[in-house]
């Protein structure tokens, strides 16, 4: 059954402190992996996309990294923002579907105080 | 931002209304999808359509309908409202598959939270 599981549920760090989110999806055949940063009461926007062959995509002060292998990805989120409080969502596409069928985790609520 | 809108973004009707909820996108996407959110929970794909005048069913099992009639238009309905239709409901959409992976980002809209009493 193709899966995606994100931990943790939740986090809470300090503004200015650096976390990282975890993935691990059962997805296959495998296209892409996406982080989308989803900020309360609106739609989910992209972060990065990695395909089967890269390893790390940065974009500012976050950097992904997949490894296709063990089937994991990290989202790390360094000095951190007010802004940055939102869940972040792991949705992996199934490259055998012509839809190209999302499987989506159910995202890390991550909250950063002042 | 992605140009992709959702109206209303928040809805409160009694039990048995139907309801329409809209979803329109300017970037002149082929394949357009609907989600179901609840708090805490992945998102289900209920409806997707690969262009004008295709609408298939996704995963989740819904009571509610959709039409595609235009390319940039995509509601969906409700015929007879209930609590359990309670929830946030994304649009999305993608261009047309076969290009770079890049077409196959989905571009949301801000949803529209709905509440039925």
Same mark, same amino acid.
């Given at each position: 059954?193709?899966? !995606?599981?994100?931990?943790?549920?939740?986090?809470?760090?300090?503004?200015?402190?650096?976390?990282?989110?975890? #993935?691990?999806?059962?997805?296959?055949?495998?296209?892409?992996?996406?982080?989308?940063?989803?900020?309360?009461?609106?739609?989910?926007?992209?972060?990065?996309?990695?395909?089967?062959?890269?390893?790390?995509?940065?974009?500012?002060?976050?950097?992904?990294?997949?490894?296709?292998?063990?089937?994991?990805?990290?989202?790390?989120?360094?000095?951190?923002?007010?802004?940055?409080?939102?869940?972040?969502? #792991? !949705?992996?596409?199934?490259?055998?579907?012509?839809?190209?069928?999302?499987?989506?985790?159910?995202?890390?609520?991550?909250? !950063?105080?002042? | 931002?992605?140009?992709?809108?959702?109206?209303?973004?928040?809805?409160?009707?009694?039990?048995?209304?139907?309801?329409?909820?809209?979803?329109?996108?300017?970037?002149?996407?082929?394949?357009?999808?609907?989600?179901?959110?609840?708090? &805490?929970?992945?998102?289900?794909?209920?409806?997707?359509?690969?262009? !004008?005048?295709?609408?298939?069913?996704?995963?989740?099992?819904?009571?509610?309908?959709?039409?595609?009639?235009?390319?940039?238009?995509?509601?969906?309905?409700?015929?007879?409202?209930?609590?359990?239709?309670?929830?946030?409901?994304?649009?999305?959409?993608?261009?047309?598959?076969?290009?770079?992976?890049?077409?196959?980002?989905?571009?949301? &809209?801000?949803?529209?939270?709905?509440?039925?009493?």
């Amino acid at each position: 059954k193709n899966q !995606v599981e994100q931990s943790p549920q939740s986090l809470i760090i300090l503004e200015g402190k650096n976390c990282t989110l975890q #993935c691990n999806y059962t997805v296959s055949p495998f296209s892409n992996l996406r982080w989308y940063k989803q900020d309360t009461g609106r739609g989910p926007v992209s972060l990065t996309i990695m395909t089967f062959s890269e390893n790390t995509k940065s974009n500012g002060r976050y950097t992904a990294t997949l490894d296709a292998d063990t089937k994991q990805s990290s989202l790390h989120i360094t000095a951190s923002q007010l802004s940055d409080s939102a869940s972040y969502i #792991c !949705v992996v596409t199934d490259r055998g579907s012509t839809l190209g069928r999302l499987y989506f985790g159910r995202g890390t609520q991550l909250t !950063v105080w002042p | 931002e992605a140009d992709i809108y959702q109206t209303p973004r928040y809805l409160v009707i009694g039990t048995g209304k139907k309801i329409t909820l809209e979803c329109s996108q300017t970037m002149g996407h082929d394949k357009m999808y609907w989600y179901q959110q609840d708090p &805490g929970m992945e998102l289900h794909l209920i409806h997707y359509s690969y262009g !004008v005048n295709s609408t298939e069913k996704g995963d989740l099992s819904s009571e509610s309908t959709v039409s595609r009639i235009r390319t940039e238009h995509f509601p969906l309905t409700l015929e007879s409202a209930r609590p359990s239709h309670t929830s946030q409901y994304l649009c999305a959409s993608s261009a047309r598959a076969g290009g770079p992976e890049s077409y196959n980002e989905q571009f949301f &809209g801000p949803g529209t939270r709905l509440t039925v009493l």
